[in-house]
């Protein structure tokens, strides 16, 4: 057998890692218990070992742990530059990003990318088919399988702690997308399905899984098995391509376990609300229990600049039903490259999902900020309940739009109800009054 050297050959070896301890203390679960998650494959510790030796500060995606986000940045060719990149990983750490994904599809990848997992502390995924095409010029059909290993193994000695790879497109399975409304909507489910069309060939990212095991067991970096025929659409849900690519992912999900590395598998971006619970629980029986990673998932296509609320609605019930990571959505989806202020729109929504997951999953702690604030809304400790919002400073503001002074910090309303008609203020009135009568409200006799 040969030495350990990803979290999930250590977990199985029995061996306690220093990232597992670090995690253990940041979900308030045992050792034990994450050691044994990670061993069975349920969760995974994403902590390229280069990346490690820099900013990095190691968390888990699981079922067993709170519901991850995950902020998507990156340049394109129309847009966006290294300094821009920067500022929105500042933003996404600012406001709660879990993990960040790199999506650069423009100029100056590598410059970007390097500048980013040096300044992160959250780990940092990327999409190489997206980089590897860019150094093509552009053209799928020029890949040969070697340019896409190559590029697998720049980015993973770069740092970066999980890839999306779309090994699960199978060309006898495109015809199962040709009759949708809306195609194949992964940018990288589309490349390689057009890369099969012109070679008559199968997926070379299939048929050289075990060459990218070797490569990302080196460097543990953790596999995000990509969704590459999922629905674009509500209308596309659940349908016959996604779920015969779901099989695949979850033979795939073995068979990278076998072979020493960490696995999660994506999920569906649009589907509506009834079917989300059974989209999730499918996934975690094909998947042997694999953390699920969902974009979303949008439960309604109406609300172009509104779709971080279409889709957060869905997030919530995802994370409820058990998916371990919620990709978010900004209000820029299907329109443009986010900025700093979607990335903070996006980032606060899916917090909010996230959040509410733990709660309903009553994973350990989860509700006491819950508690903590409402018992400072009930106090009128104004102050407190900015500090322990989500966005302590547009609460903050928008509280202030109206009664600005210091002397309505501790005000006993707000300008919603004012002085005499606040129901809280009411309930204190009432339980003064309680007391001037010796005791317990009690009915009185007529």
């Known amino acids: 057998m040969p030495a350990p050297i990803t979290q999930l050959e250590f977990a199985r070896?029995?061996?306690?890692?220093?990232?597992?301890?670090?995690?253990?203390?940041?979900?308030?679960?045992?050792?034990?218990?994450?050691?044994?998650?990670?061993?069975a494959g349920r969760m995974v510790i994403p902590a390229n070992i280069v990346h490690l030796t820099k900013k990095l500060e190691p968390m888990c995606i699981g079922i067993a742990a709170k519901c991850k986000v995950n902020a998507n940045i990156g340049n394109s060719a129309v847009t966006s530059d290294q300094e821009g990149e920067?500022?929105?990983?500042?933003?996404?750490?600012?406001?709660?990003?879990?993990?960040?994904?790199?999506?650069?599809?423009?100029?100056?990848?590598?410059?970007?990318?390097?500048?980013?997992?040096?300044?992160?502390?959250?780990p940092i995924g990327t999409v190489?088919?997206?980089?590897?095409?860019?150094?093509?010029?552009?053209?799928?059909?020029?890949?040969?399988?070697q340019h896409f290993l190559d590029m697998v193994e720049h980015q993973a000695k770069q740092g970066v702690d999980y890839m999306t790879i779309?090994?699960?497109?199978?060309?006898?399975h495109l015809?199962?997308?040709?009759?949708?409304?809306?195609?194949?909507?992964?940018?990288?489910?589309?490349?390689?399905a057009k890369w099969m069309m012109a070679h008559r060939k199968q997926n070379p990212l299939y048929t050289h899984f075990d060459d990218l095991c070797d490569i990302m067991r080196q460097y543990d970096v953790t596999w995000s098995l990509g969704d590459g025929l999922r629905p674009g659409s509500i209308a596309d849900a659940s349908d016959d391509a996604q779920f015969a690519e779901l099989e695949v992912l979850g033979e795939l999900t073995r068979r990278g376990q076998e072979l020493g590395t960490q696995v999660m598998v994506e999920g569906p971006g649009h589907v509506p609300?009834?079917?989300?619970?059974?989209?999730?629980?499918?996934q975690i029986?094909?998947?042997?229990?694999?953390?699920f990673y969902v974009l979303g998932p949008l439960v309604t296509d109406i609300a172009p600049g509104y779709d971080h609320i279409t889709s957060c609605i869905g997030a919530a019930m995802a994370g409820w039903h058990g998916a371990a990571m919620l990709c978010y959505v900004t209000p820029k989806e299907h329109l443009g490259l986010p900025e700093k202020e979607d990335v903070k729109q996006g980032l606060i929504a899916y917090k909010i999902s996230a959040h509410a997951a733990d709660v309903a999953r009553k994973r350990p702690g989860s509700q006491d900020r819950d508690d903590a604030l409402s018992k400072a809304r009930f106090e009128f400790d104004w102050n407190k309940q900015f500090e322990l919002s989500l966005d302590p400073e547009t609460a903050k503001a928008y509280h202030d739009e109206t009664l600005p002074q210091d002397t309505f910090k501790s005000a006993h309303f707000c300008s919603m109800c004012g002085p005499k008609y606040c129901s809280m203020?009411?309930?204190e009135d009432i339980k003064e009054m309680a007391k001037e009568h010796g005791g317990p409200l009690v009915a009185i006799e007529g």
């Not at 061996?15 to 061993?39: D, K, Y």
């Not at 190489?128 to 799928?140: F, S, T, W």
């Open 166 to 172: 779309h090994c699960g497109v199978m060309i006898e």
């Open 285 to 291: 029986e094909i998947c042997n229990g694999a953390p």
């Open 175 to 192: 015809h199962l997308a040709m009759n949708r409304v809306t195609g194949i909507v992964s940018r990288g489910g589309s490349l390689i």
């Open 273 to 282: 609300m009834d079917q989300i619970q059974m989209n999730i629980e499918k």
């Open 128 to 145: 190489p088919i997206y980089q590897m095409l860019e150094e093509l010029g552009g053209d799928i059909e020029d890949m040969k399988p």
């Open 13 to 39: 070896a029995g061996e306690v890692t220093p990232e597992m301890e670090f995690v253990a203390g940041r979900e308030n679960l045992s050792v034990e218990t994450i050691r044994h998650q990670v061993a």
């Open 86 to 122: 920067l500022e929105k990983l500042q933003y996404s750490i600012k406001y709660g990003a879990d993990t960040v994904m790199d999506l650069s599809t423009g100029k100056n990848i590598d410059g970007i990318r390097k500048s980013i997992i040096d300044e992160s502390p959250v």
């Open 425 to 427: 203020k009411i309930t």
